[in-house]
């Protein structure tokens, strides 16, 4: 099946599919995890994973520790990229644990070094210290699309990093649109599973209940609908989704996801999944069409949606670069 989805060559040479699964199950605040299911033998999977630690002493054998930790877990002898993620910039820390990083990628530890929620004065301090960073996985809502224009801005070369124009063309935007598409879920009804970016929402009541916003993260991303213009905007949204979505016979996720991935410095957009949940896999399919070369946004159907996103409030001025949700 993964030969069917689009692969993008990350700056340390390792290949990854544009459309990733993103995990976030596993942080328990989804809902319960199957021990017992989870750890049965892997098949060979491909693995980016996160090192996000405490600030603290970053000497060299405390990030060995954590990076055996998840070699341990993930059961592999390498790991294929760990995306680094620090809770607090004034403690400059985050400078000596990349540093290691970086040491252990060159001894083959880990394949390729990449960041979550930096913004684009960290990411440029860290470059500037020689350290090769593959990507940075940001907060898509969708990023730089549909609902964020933080990192939108592009240079002549494609790269685009948090907002402003920085000239890295080998660093990839990741971008997370695990809740706001249904890709992989149940979008029964708005208290099983589903996303918010999807057909489940068009015209339905503003959810505001802990019922109805079920998971960490639909309730994190109700909070940045509420931020970027309200529910009466989304719904506008949606209804312009929908309508591009009946044009090109496929969903509204797929139309949102396809967007995303049409920008120049995308490198891949992480999906939610949530393995175990009564017909998960009913939207295999549906994710598989987002990255299909038969579906082409037209200029038509980019003015749509814009037309709509240029009526919400400036993000950047609101909340601050990428990352500044998480701190602050």
């Known amino acids: 099946m993964t030969s069917s989805v689009p692969k993008v060559r990350l700056a340390g040479g390792l290949e990854i599919c544009r459309v990733l699964n993103g995990m976030w199950q596993v942080s328990g605040a989804h809902g319960t995890v199957n021990k017992t299911k989870a750890g049965s033998a892997p098949p060979a999977l491909q693995g980016l994973t996160k090192y996000v630690p405490r600030p603290g002493p970053m000497e060299l054998k405390v990030v060995e520790k954590a990076l ?31 540093g290691h990083l970086s040491d252990l990628q060159q001894e083959g530890v880990i394949r390729e070094l990449a960041l979550t929620n930096f913004d684009t004065q960290r990411l440029e301090e860290i470059t500037n210290k020689g350290i090769c960073i593959s990507s940075n996985q940001v907060h898509h809502m969708p990023a730089g699309s549909v609902l964020s224009d933080r990192p939108a801005t592009c240079s002549e070369d494609g790269a685009v990093l948090c907002g402003q124009q920085y000239k890295a063309p080998h660093i990839r935007i990741a971008g997370c649109l695990h809740c706001l598409l249904p890709a992989f879920l149940t979008p029964s009804s708005p208290s099983s599973a589903g996303g918010l970016l999807s057909e489940q929402y068009l015209g339905k009541p503003e959810p505001s209940s802990r019922a109805e916003l079920n998971t960490a993260s639909l309730s ?43 920008r120049p410095a995308v490198g891949g957009v992480i999906i939610g999944c949530r393995f175990g949940v009564a017909g998960a896999g009913l939207h295999i399919s549906d994710s598989l069409r987002s990255c299909s070369p038969d579906l082409r946004l037209t200029a038509e159907d980019h003015a749509a949606i814009e037309a709509v996103t240029r009526r919400s409030r400036d993000l950047m001025g609101l909340i601050g670069d990428c990352g500044d949700e998480y701190r602050s």
């Open 220 to 262: 994190k991303y109700k909070n940045m609908i509420d931020a970027w213009g309200g529910w009466t905007l989304f719904q506008d949204l949606l209804v312009a989704l929908e309508t591009i979505a009946k044009r090109h016979e496929c969903s509204v996720a797929s139309v949102a996801t396809r967007y995303v991935l049409d």
């Open 68 to 98: 055996q930790r998840s070699m341990s877990r993930m059961r592999v002898d390498t790991l294929d990229c760990v995306q680094f993620h620090w809770w607090d910039y004034k403690d400059k820390r985050y400078l000596d644990a990349l």
